[in-house]
């Protein structure tokens, strides 16, 4: 089944840690983006990638990082600091071409120890 | 610019009846307006969407309503049912920036 896969599912980081949540599709698209979900706050784009090897910030990218080394794979590391990472991080991704559906994944609950 | 509005946070409907949710937006620049139902637990999945050349789009029992002069969309569920009860967001977008602006999201209880 052609999908986006989200792991791990439930996520804890202790105090100045950086913590990578990784995001695969195999839907062979070419564009990817990272979302944070706050209650109340709809989706906010982190960071998103249109080609490989290339990606740009979005609205709120201080305290992430990402890369796209790979067509499938768009990594996001939460690093230390990020001083308020507890969210819902969403990945997406869509056929890149202007104005195209953005598939989602199942989400990583990320929360501080 | 870049903010789209909806509302309203949260709808209480009854069985059978009509759910209807609003959103604005002022970027004229928008040209594509999806909406998305997003289940606890679970990514968003698109369930509809618009482009300002339409006034209205349906699909089964979601129909989309778009005002271009107003600057408004919103989502109209008929018959709703049980099965509906999610968050529902609106979004948009536009050629030029190919990134999807959400509002906040509505909350939808379907009583049964």
């Known amino acids: 089944d052609g999908g986006i896969t989200q792991s791990p599912k439930y996520l804890f980081r202790k105090e100045g840690q950086n913590v990578t949540l990784s995001c695969e599709q195999n839907l062979n698209h070419d564009a990817m983006y990272w979302y944070r979900q706050d209650p109340g706050q709809g989706l906010r784009l982190i960071y998103y990638?249109?080609?490989?090897?290339?990606?740009q910030k979005g609205d709120i990218a201080e305290g992430y990082s990402v890369s796209r080394e790979k067509k499938e794979s768009f990594p996001l590391t939460v690093t230390s600091a990020q001083k308020n990472p507890t969210a819902f991080y969403l990945c997406?991704?869509?056929?890149?071409?202007?104005?195209?559906?953005?598939?989602f994944g199942d989400g990583t609950r990320l929360s501080i120890l | 610019q870049q903010q789209v509005k909806q509302s309203p946070q949260s709808l209480i409907v009854q069985k059978g009846g009509i759910s209807i949710i609003n959103c604005a937006y002022e970027?004229?620049?928008?040209?594509?307006f999806p909406w998305y139902q997003q289940f606890p637990g679970k990514g968003p999945a698109l369930l509809i969407a618009i482009r300002p050349d339409v006034s209205e789009k349906k699909e089964g029992r979601f129909t989309i309503s778009f005002n271009k002069s107003a600057k408004q969309f919103s989502l109209h569920i008929m018959d709703s049912q049980p099965g509906d009860s999610a968050t529902y967001f609106c979004?948009?977008?536009?050629?030029?920036?190919?990134?999807?602006?959400f509002g906040a999201g509505t909350i939808l209880r379907v009583k049964s």
């Open positions: 990638s249109q080609i490989v090897n290339d990606f």
């Open positions: 979004a948009a977008s536009s050629r030029r920036g190919n990134k999807l602006v």
């Open positions: 970027n004229t620049a928008f040209d594509y």
């Open positions: 997406a991704s869509s056929m890149g071409r202007v104005n195209q559906p953005q598939h």
